[in-house]
């Protein structure tokens, strides 16, 4: 099972704003995108989405940016790729049709699959997969772009 680009970068960005040491800042797309080398266009709708999920609290206007809108052990990992992904079919068989679909098990045998993978990634928060926060952080490039301070 391969998760979209469009969950992958979700997970990404949400694992990048927790591991933030304590920032009072809100954070920026051309933050996120430079940290991962991603489009912009493609980071705006993610935290666009991720914000209308509840995951981030967006602020809009000119100082405006986002920050984490839950807790990062309430972010479960699992109901996170549920709502990112558009589908969890790890097949179409009718793209092209297959003949054998009728009698077919594998449709079977691959859910089960899917909810076991799942049943894994509900075990899960964003919590646990960044509690390695010093390692991770060190890992990340020094920004060029300046952090705006939250106006009180």
């Given at each position: ?22 920032r ?20 705006s ?42 589908s ?17 098990q ?11 993978y ?7 928060s ?5 509690s ?21």
């Amino acid at each position: 099972m391969q998760l979209t680009r469009y969950t992958d970068f979700g997970i990404r960005t949400l694992m990048y704003l927790a591991i933030q040491p304590d920032r009072e800042t809100l954070f920026r797309i051309s933050e996120i995108t430079q940290v991962f080398d991603l489009s912009p266009n493609h980071v705006s709708k993610i935290v666009h989405h991720l914000g209308k999920l509840g995951y981030l609290e967006t602020i809009r206007g000119k100082s405006g940016g986002f920050r984490l809108g839950k807790s990062p052990k309430e972010i479960n990992i699992g109901q996170l790729v549920r709502v990112l992904e558009n589908s969890l079919a790890p097949i179409d068989c009718s793209k092209p049709y297959c003949r054998l679909t009728p009698s077919c098990q594998l449709r079977g045998v691959l859910a089960e699959a899917v909810t076991a993978y799942l049943t894994v990634l509900d075990q899960y928060s964003l919590s646990d997969i960044v509690s390695n926060n010093k390692e991770l952080i060190n890992l990340l490039p020094e920004l060029s772009i300046p952090i705006l301070e939250l106006s009180s």
